[in-house]
């Protein structure tokens, strides 16, 4: 397995500070000409994408995330053009209940990221009163990390908060195996959930709002059940063989050098508490240093004067009225065997390293934003091509949409869904599209991008593909477009780029089915190379939503 990001000593990695994640969060484009439905997914998407992080345990990112959506929807879906209609305002409320859910968590999760980059200072505070020789080799070796001797035109690796602080990362092209074997557990987990959730009568809202409001529910045990349903003849001859083992150790006694294998109980979850009705939640507040980002605004100290004007009346900060509830402390075992502590170690350093192993980001966009790592089906494209077959031989395009899900911070293409669709020789429009997202928001996926073909064309992406791409990678920078061209046995798989592709569809006023964009490279190649990685063995499943003919 192929790590980045470690050193000799275990040495941990520079975390971000408040301050920093905030001034990412913000580090955005808004354009108020894109239709109000595309930014209001681009809200559920990251509520979806924090609600994965805050499972995985990446307080950084979730922070990031939840602080994001609560900027976009107060601040700019509120002002939108298209907000007044009686679809926006309902779909405003909505969102406005998320940030409020949001909130709760932000000033949860605020002290804990606090006090865990607190610690690294002062970790890396007490190394550099020892002023040893060894430290000196291993500190040159942590600066290159996190970016203070940095080559780089970006300093990649600590502008990305979903694993600034991560000691080991992982490399996608050298770990396909465990790509697979992840997406194939946290897929089935979330099979299990569903079927759970349906079995005790829990409706698609009830359980979405769990969701929302950090309620996991006990899918450790669901899954087990599911497991002794599918596999109840395994797991009998396995409690077998546990009793005859056992039976064979009480007569004879253990044999020297068999040791009890080690079994590490599932992390235990827990749900936020909640906060009382009357209580004013949307007073986000934070205190800003001297170099805080957000600082050369006129906005004092809350956030919520810069996301709706007029300033509201000062808010009372949550934290300190009904204090911080207390985190429960996570379950965690020692292993085996463990190597004697180093002299420089310090009992500081135990809580800064995450458990969790992360995929690094496998590439970046032309302004150096790190982009995550999209795992596709190799044959997936081939299966669009049957599905499409009858189309193109009537000479007209179809088009599908890449769903997935996102695990360990890569992105994994499990589902094809075929929209009801309009299509001509030139175009493939979607329609019914309410039908394509709740089926979407049913199954918990996240739209990861979406396949078309040309059928008579060359594969390239024309002015109307790079205005409809220019939607999905609105919503997520990672967004693919896949064109096949069958005619020609050929494919690619593309994304704008930024900049200087996605500023000029944001900003291009031109309607015309075919129209010139001033830049020449408004499109990029994502495969060769790119962020996109095939990944044999992955599974994936096929959806028509289009009616029955």
């Not at 879906?77 to 305002?89: S, Y």
């Not at 690294?120 to 070796?141: G, I, N, P, V």
Request: glycine share 6%; proline share 8%; aromatic share 6%.
């Amino acid at each position: 397995m192929a790590l980045h990001g470690s050193n000799d000593r275990g040495i941990p990695l520079r975390p971000m500070s408040v301050e920093q994640i905030v001034e990412k969060a913000l580090a955005y484009d808004y354009n108020p000409t894109i239709p109000l439905k595309y930014w209001f997914r681009s809200a559920s998407t990251l509520l979806k994408e924090a609600e994965i992080y805050e499972h995985e345990g990446n307080d950084q990112q979730t922070y990031l995330l939840l602080f994001r959506h609560a900027q976009l929807v107060l601040k700019h879906l509120a002002d939108h053009p298209d907000v007044n209609t009686l679809e926006g305002k309902e779909a405003l409320t909505l969102a406005e209940k998320d940030v409020v859910n949001g909130i709760r968590k932000l000033e949860i999760l605020k002290p804990r990221i606090k006090k865990r980059y607190e610690r690294y200072e002062q970790l890396m505070k007490d190394r550099d009163t020892r002023k040893t020789a060894a430290f000196s080799r291993q500190s040159s070796r942590v600066a290159e990390y996190v970016g203070l001797r940095d080559s780089s035109p970006h300093q990649r690796i600590p502008s990305d908060p979903a694993i600034a602080g991560n000691p080991e990362t992982l490399v996608a092209d050298d770990n396909k195996e465990l790509a697979v074997h992840l997406a194939h557990k946290e897929l089935k987990r979330r099979a299990v959930v569903r079927k759970s959730t349906l079995q005790a009568g829990i409706s698609k809202e009830v359980a979405q709002g769990r969701r929302t409001a950090g309620v996991w529910g006990n899918w450790e045990e669901a899954l087990a059940n599911d497991d002794r349903d599918t596999n109840h003849d395994k797991l009998s001859q396995q409690m077998q063989d546990v009793h005859h083992q056992a039976e064979v150790i009480k007569a004879n006694g253990p044999r020297n050098g068999i040791t009890r294998p080690f079994v590490q109980n599932a992390r235990p979850s827990y749900t936020y508490p909640t906060i009382p009705g009357n209580t004013p939640t949307l007073g986000l507040r934070y205190e800003p240093t001297s170099t805080d980002p957000l600082q050369r605004r006129e906005t004092g100290n809350e956030l919520l004067d810069s996301l709706r004007p007029p300033k509201p009346p000062p808010k009372d900060n949550i934290a300190s009225r009904y204090g911080t509830p207390a985190i429960p402390p996570k379950q965690s075992f020692p292993p085996p065997a463990t190597p004697p502590r180093s002299e420089t170690a310090s009992p500081l350093q135990d809580d800064l390293i995450p458990a969790t192993k992360l995929f690094m980001p496998s590439a970046y966009l032309e302004n150096g934003s790190p982009l995550r790592t999209i795992f596709l089906p190799p044959n997936l494209r081939h299966t669009f091509l049957s599905v499409a077959q009858a189309n193109t031989r009537a000479n007209l395009e179809t088009c599908g949409i890449l769903c997935g899900t996102l695990i360990r911070n890569a992105l994994f293409i499990s589902k094809l869904v075929i929209p009801d669709q309009e299509s001509t020789s030139d175009t493939c429009e979607t329609v019914n599209e309410s039908d394509l997202f709740d089926y979407v928001d049913g199954e918990d996926l996240m739209v990861l991008g979406w396949i078309h073909t040309h059928p008579t064309q060359t594969c390239f992406m024309s002015s109307r593909d790079l205005h409809t791409h220019c939607g999905y990678q609105v919503m997520m920078p990672e967004s693919i477009a896949i064109v096949c061209a069958p005619s020609k046995g050929d494919w690619g798989v593309f994304r704008l780029t930024d900049p200087p592709g996605m500023r000029s569809v944001l900003n291009c006023t031109q309607t015309g089915l075919f129209h010139p964009h001033a830049e020449d490279e408004i499109y990029t190649d994502a495969l060769r190379p790119g962020h996109v990685q095939e990944l044999a063995g992955l599974e994936f499943g096929v959806v028509d939503l289009r009616p029955k003919q």
